[in-house]
Nanobody, 125 residues
Framework: VQLVESGGGLVQPGGSLSLSCAAF????????MSWVRQAPGKGVEWVAD??????RYAESVKGRFIISRDETQGMLYLQMNDLKPEDTAMYYC?????????????????????WGQGTQVTVSS
């Protein structure tokens, strides 16, 4: 079971980046998936979830980020627009251990059973 992120980089405030995550070794379509991030010196912060075509977002990114998935390719995506310096972090795709839209999203690594190596996003002028 493996997740591999790509697409990070350096971008100016107001710019856009698109992150990708390739899933291997499990039936991707059977699982809800998440993006989480961790800034230097801070804890993990949940960013977005997707289960089938239903999505939800952290308030800090709502209206700017779009999570999507391609079931046929086993791919998870995060389109990030109007980026801000506070979006600077290592971004991870992750598979939640348990998932329900009726429950709050998790900011704890222990609540995710699989995550990738991360991709760095830096927003700076």
């Amino acid at each position: 079971v493996q997740l591999v992120e790509s697409g990070g980089g350096l971008v100016q405030p107001g710019g856009s980046l698109s992150l990708s995550c390739a899933a291997f070794g499990f039936t991707f379509s059977s699982y809800a998936m998440s993006w989480v991030r961790q800034a230097p010196g801070k804890g993990v912060e949940w960013v977005a979830d997707i289960a089938a075509i239903t999505t939800r977002y952290a308030e800090s990114v709502k209206g700017r980020f779009i999570i999507s998935r391609d079931e046929t390719q086993g791919m998870l995506y995060l389109q990030m627009n109007d980026l801000k310096p506070e979006d600077t972090a290592m971004y991870y795709c992750a598979r939640p251990a348990k998932f329900s839209f009726a429950q709050p999203a998790s900011n704890a690594w222990d609540d995710y059973t699989v995550w990738g190596q991360g991709t760095q996003v830096t927003v700076s002028s």
